[in-house]
């Protein structure tokens, strides 16, 4: 990702880190991204770049790419042409779930919705979207599937997630069913698609598959404890967002039982007060080490895939891949 403005560590190119084995194949994903996300209407262009340029971290292109050389591919070309759509679909959700959450801050800036209003920003997430489809609907009927799988599932996931908005029902199998599809569908996918066009056989397939689902709930996991935790320059949102938008992320169903985390989460707009109340009473709960080791948990689990690869740098780089994503909260 070397070509990428707002790199994070997780992206620093070299041979050191889990990406940097595959930093060429990442430069040529931003590319076909740029390529994908210019338009003949200048307003489109720009309010696409102003996300995909604003700091992501390209982890679904990236777990792609590695599975595929891990699991012994050859030619990127299709591996890479499919880590642009799926970073496209994230994208266009986060457009979209900015409207649904009238989010307003966005990896630390003035979300698109912020800047442009409710219109632009749905049609710019219509526009990424398709353009997405137009490069993996070019794939075989299986692949397609995939991405359409993902996709409703991304979906399913943010309906289920307003279902549960400040409802103190909600249970961690709940939050596993939101989290699995909003999250972990696309990593899912991502993995599977990237072992498929490696060749793989269904035996690997369907474990990187299981991999990227384990990494995406450890993943989202680990959001939401940062959303706990902060700082706000490392989460790019307040500290404490979930609880003041009534979403049932994970520290909030596991408190559930504390009263200010009640009613914090149960309450239609809650103070700033309150929010600070519920923040003050998750952390110095049990509930921030059993978040860590249910987060913990499923990464072992994805890592634990990784024994159906034979032994590479690409497999060592997803398993450091991993741990950087747990390391987040440490
Ligand atoms: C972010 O969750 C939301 C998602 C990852 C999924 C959003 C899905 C949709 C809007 C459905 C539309 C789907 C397509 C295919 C265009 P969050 O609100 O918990 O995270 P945040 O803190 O980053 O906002
Ligand atoms: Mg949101």
Redesign the pocket.
Known sequence: MTTHPASTDLTTAGDATPLGLIAAELTLVERRIQELASSHEPKLTQIANELILSGGKRVRPALSLLVFRAAGGIDPTDTIDVGAALEL?HT???L???I??S?STRRGKPSPLARHGIGMTLVT?DFL?TRAFGVAGRFEELVVGWATDA?VA??E??VM?RRFKRNPAATLDHYLRIAGN??ASLFSQAARIGAHFAGASTEVVEGMFRLGYELGLGFQMVDDLLDVLGPEELIG?PVG?DLREG?PALPTVLGLQLPAVRAAFTTETPSVAAVGSALDALRSSPVIGHVRRLAAERIRSASGQLALLGPSRFRSALADLAEDLLARTA
Do not use: P, V
Request: proline content about 0%.
């Open positions: 679909i266009a959700t986060l979209h779930d900015d649904l959450d989010g997430g979207f996709c991304l979906c996931g943010e997630q909003k999250t949102k967002s979403a």
